[in-house]
């Protein structure tokens, strides 16, 4: 059964939702980033070999821990994200959008008419196994459901006062390390990188529809929250990622033990 949305929430009262990355195949994770204050669990399947069960299972951790589930599918794919939905994702995050074709496609496969055409699975979870009467689903589930398209491709660039002025999206998300390689800068600290985001975060907000995503401090790209904020942005992915986290205290915990007895690493 779909409930209030904490991401769409917090949007909505100009304040910055975070996400924590989901690395480990794990829901144990996911109570870990509740339980840490985080708002959303970002589980990315484009980058993982994460299967549908094991997000499932994320999804219902989420669903327990409070937490807003968005889940990047690993293309704009109608068939996967209607599954995705009707498990009871709360967040779909559709990368690479081809243009404002790519975005109307998405918003049609997330959104139940008028604004889109998802399929109808009266006995999913999402709908509560057939307890919640079809058209409070539907009228929740569009009202609930937070989508975000991500610009990272030149067209998609070109295109973005079209996508920004969609009805039914509520973020256009820009990818960094993607951005910066399409616009061929490899310097993150380059101000024409800097310069770039700004424009894109201009366009989004002139249509003053949906918010922009960004990441907070990323190594690609690094902007910190109050800036983040002023540019417009509702919704970031936050570093680091508990598999880099959980690395870094090995290797100094490993480095540290090794050093008090004069012992250097080994082979």
Known sequence: ???????????????????????????????????????????????SNYDLRMVSEMVRACDLTGITSVIRPPENDWGVILRLLDMGAQGIYIPHVNGVEGARQAIDAVRYPPVGHRGAAGGSRAAGYGSVPWQEHMARSNREIFLAVMVEDQKAIDELDQIAALDGLDAVSVGPTDLSATLGITDPHDPKLHAAVQDLAARIQRAGKAKLGFPVDHPACPINARELVQMGVGYSNMAPTPTSAVLNALRQGVAKVRDSLDQGPTA
């Open 1 to 47: 059964m779909i409930k209030e949305n904490r991401v769409k929430r917090i949007m909505a009262e100009r304040k910055l939702a975070l996400a924590g990355y989901v690395t480990f195949a794990d829901p144990n994770l996911i109570e870990i980033m509740g339980i840490a204050g985080l708002d959303a669990a970002f589980i990315d399947m484009e980058h």
